[in-house]
């Protein structure tokens, strides 16, 4: 089985930073891609970011272009986020992708979620 432990959340000012962070731990298993998602209220879950494991390509929606990235290292994705607006406030996911099985953004296993709140 495979458990996946985002931290990082907050609540910060508009404009401000935060890094998420996400382990990956468990038993053996196949790391295809790792990514981020984020829901927030009354809204359907959106993709935000993912990295291809091997290789390292990343991937980005367009309204986090230019101030979000997402990196990895040993075990860990990390989600930098930088200036950061009210309408990114959320709750954000990691997940993984053990195969390549299924759409682009499906996923097969979800950590259970850090609260981001960006004040104005």
């Known amino acids: 089985q495979v458990q996946l432990v985002e931290s990082g959340g907050g609540l910060v000012q508009a404009g401000g930073s935060l890094r998420l962070s996400c382990a990956a731990s468990?038993?053996?298993?196949?790391?295809?891609?790792m990514g981020w998602f984020r829901q927030a209220p009354g809204k359907e879950r959106e993709f935000v970011a993912d990295?291809?494991?091997?290789?390292?390509s990343t991937y980005y929606t367009d309204s986090v272009k230019g101030r979000f990235t997402i990196s990895r290292a040993k075990n860990t994705v990390y989600l930098q986020m930088n200036s950061l607006k009210p309408e990114d406030t959320a709750v954000y996911y990691c997940?993984?992708?053990?195969?390549?099985?299924?759409?682009?953004?499906?996923?097969?296993?979800w950590g259970q979620g850090t609260q981001v709140t960006v004040s104005s």
């Open positions: 997940a993984l992708k053990t195969r390549v099985v299924g759409g682009r953004y499906e996923y097969d296993h």
């Open positions: 468990g038993r053996t298993f196949s790391r295809y891609a």
């Open positions: 990295i291809i494991w091997s290789g390292g």
